[in-house]
């Protein structure tokens, strides 16, 4: 059992882990969007990172510090996508094979991806089954190092470079930064950097209304979930409650939104049409919040996290073409 705890010199040692090896982003901006708000927004581009999504950085941060031994018996993660991705995509860089437990919902694209990273995929329903559960088991099995998507130190420590690049890319203070959350893991990295770099910026989340487990732990003061209800477009961001190691760090955040899965849509078609850009529907939510008016921008420098492009193409062509019923 590891004693290392997250920390922002973890997000020092994970910015040198990764260097090479995942893509320094860019944070881009848009006259177009900026008219929109009424204010400057930086959107970094985590949609052009490896493996379509941030979820890369943690996974090798993680997956490049295993021995030897470990690396020839493997890992096992579960993940609706994201971070299969990234972790299949990382096993392969080091040699070692990588089995991933999904959900059966999962967007096909996401799926698809792992098996072109060479991963192995095991299927489960996630209203039924427990996927720690499976995940410990196969691991156990197979004496694997388990890798799970956001609660663990350096997997949160290699999320964290997302921000190290925003503050070194940014040409002027951050009045606010808005980025989504399932387990927070991201968002956990993002603020060991903020509180350390930019105490002043404002942090907040943005989460489907029905998987909004981090707002209502914020107002509960402790770790809580959501009611289960419908299935939300964002994929990547159904998570059932905060992580154990998230939720701590977390906690400090300024406050919390929700958007709906329409005002994901036409998040959606905005970038396709104005931005020139393909985000998946997790990867919107930000963008989303603001279009919608829920977090003011006006006057403001606001960043925000475009945390993944891995979207089904049925649905993106549906989406795009205004023929989704949210």
């Known amino acids: ?3 290392h705890r997250p920390s922002y010199e973890g997000v020092l040692d994970a910015a040198r882990q990764i260097q090479g090896v995942a893509v320094r982003t860019p944070l881009i901006e848009s006259p177009a969007l900026n008219a929109v708000v009424g204010g400057r927004v930086l959107m970094k581009a985590e949609t052009l990172q490896c493996a379509g999504a941030f979820k890369f ?14 690396k020839r018996r493997g890992v096992v993660a579960f993940s609706s996508g994201n971070h299969a991705q990234g972790v299949a995509a990382a096993a392969a860089l080091v040699g070692a094979p990588a089995l991933i437990v999904m959900p059966s919902d999962s967007p096909r694209v996401k799926v698809d ?4 990273f060479g991963g192995e995929v095991r299927m489960y329903d996630r209203w039924t089954e427990s996927r720690e559960a499976i995940g410990a088991a196969i691991a156990a099995e197979r004496s694997a190092v388990l890798v799970p998507p956001f609660d663990d130190p350096f997997v949160i ?19 606010q930064l808005l980025c989504g959350a399932s387990g927070g893991g991201l968002m956990a990295g993002i603020n060991l ?16 209304e029905a ?14 979930g959501h009611p289960r209800g419908a299935p939300s477009i964002c994929d990547a961001l159904m ?4 992580g154990e190691l998230t939720w701590p760090i977390n906690r400090r955040l300024a406050g919390a939104v929700a958007v709906s899965d329409a005002e994901v849509a036409e998040a959606m078609r905005f970038a396709f049409r104005h931005l020139k850009l393909v985000i998946e529907p997790g990867g919107a939510v930000s963008l989303a ?5 829920k977090v003011e921008a006006q006057g403001r420098t606001t960043a925000i996290v475009l945390s993944g492009g891995n979207v089904d193409p049925t649905l993106y062509a549906q989406i795009i073409e205004d023929r989704f019923a949210a």
């Open 157 to 175: 420590e290699g999320q964290g470079t997302v921000a190290l690049e925003i503050l070194d890319q940014a040409d002027a203070p951050l009045d």
């Open 193 to 208: 950097v903020m509180a350390e770099r930019s105490p002043a910026t404002s942090v907040l989340v943005v989460e489907p």
């Open 113 to 116: 991806g792992v098996i072109a």
């Open 211 to 224: 998987f909004d487990d981090t707002a209502r732990s914020l107002a509960a003061g402790e770790r809580v």
């Open 239 to 242: 998570a059932p409650m905060p």
């Open 1 to 3: 059992m590891t004693t």
């Open 57 to 70: 950085r943690g996974a090798y941060n993680r997956i490049g510090r295993l021995t030897p031994e470990e």
């Open 289 to 293: 919040a603001l279009l919608t008016g």
